[in-house]
């Protein structure tokens, strides 16, 4: 089916990704635009955003999943909402295909087209890829949960010391932000696991982070760096620089150095690749795969497309790529947002230009590190002006107040080991009782 078409005289912009870099140009540019110069359709697979930081807490209990998203109907203000999954662009007709989960078609003619699509689990790097979990979406979130708790289930029944050391064994490959956040998060999630598993015993459960680096977190300042891993090895991760995944097989991981490690559960956070639809599409890319902009956010040589957030290379004032990280795909929207507005006025658009105000990391037990604006903090207050930050990135206060409340709750309850089931329920077995004589 095709979408109406726009009123009078009006412009139509498409948005493509329910992300950063889309809700947050969406949130911007429909109340500017609307009615005056163009009419604003956002598209996305999924019909709510995600506050990935928050990820992690939701995986381990200490917040509810729906509780780290935010629908996204409610955050759009004169902007049209499509949820459908893209499946290509059509860049001479000017037209985006998508397709709903019910199987609808959807023929989105476009004037100026605004790629947010974001980037995917890099799962090619890493030979046997296929064995491994990721930890990118709500879907991957659930999945680490329930692997994990199933691994209890699993090694609280095993009889077989051998089969009971892999069941426990949890390997995270990746030393950046998302693996480093994620065996932080591990460790205080199943040391409360091991409360409601009595016949277990806490020397008998691993975690083992590689990183292939000579130190976690490069994007990182050193000293954060260090105590990041200090207080891991205080904890007992088996963490392993200078050494990678060189292949994943069904029942572990066989490293770089030759050794191999025994593991029922392996999370791939090595690194991200273009999203697929971004790949297919004929426009100009960098060498990680996103697609090159100019300082404005616009693609050259295709008029009226522009690109946003982890898809795209938006280069600096020194001509290097912007980093693929939240705060950045934010502003980035919110700039492109203007600039699209002054274009539609017969304006000039202006160059994307932000300096860095800081990376931080929850580390699990109520520490974390941050390096704000140049200055160091780490443990508590790190952990803290962390949670202070993303709680105020979430929109809303309907969702703010959840979180809170969750955290509340998280204060006096340690999480519980229920499975969220993904599974459709089996069909039950119906036998016919003989008749009665």
Partial sequence: MERGSPGKGLKRVLILGGGFGGVYASRRLGPAVKGRTAEVTLVSRDNYFVMTPLLFEAASGVIEFRHAVNPIRPLLCCTD???ATVERVDFERREVYAESRAGDMYTLPYDHLVLALGAV???????????ALTFKTVHDAVRVRNRVIEAFER????????RRWAQLTFVVIGGGLVGTELVGELTEFTGHLLRSYPRLRRDELRLVQLQSGQRLLPEMADGLAAYTEKTFRRRGVDLRTGVGAAEITPGGVRLTDGTE???ATVVLAAGLAPNPVIAALDLPKDKAGRVVTDACMRVPGHDGVWAVGDCAAVPDADGNPYPTLAQHALREGKHLADNLAAVLAGKEPRPFVYKTRGTMAALGHRRGIAN????????????????????????????????MADWTVGLLFR??????DLAPEPAACV?????PV
């Fill in 261 to 263: 490690v025994e593991a």
């Fill in 415 to 420: 999480p519980d080991a229920a499975k969220i």
């Fill in 372 to 403: 704000l604006m140049g200055l160091k903090v780490w443990g508590f207050a790190a952990w803290w002006v962390w949670r202070t930050y993303y709680l105020l990135q979430m929109p809303r206060w309907e969702r703010r107040l959840r979180i």
């Fill in 155 to 162: 090694a609280d029944a095993e009889t077989d010391p051998a």
């Fill in 121 to 131: 689990t890099n799962t090619a790097r890493t030979p046997g890829s296929e064995h």
């Fill in 81 to 83: 909402f499509v949820n």
């Fill in 431 to 435: 036998h016919e009782s003989p008749a």
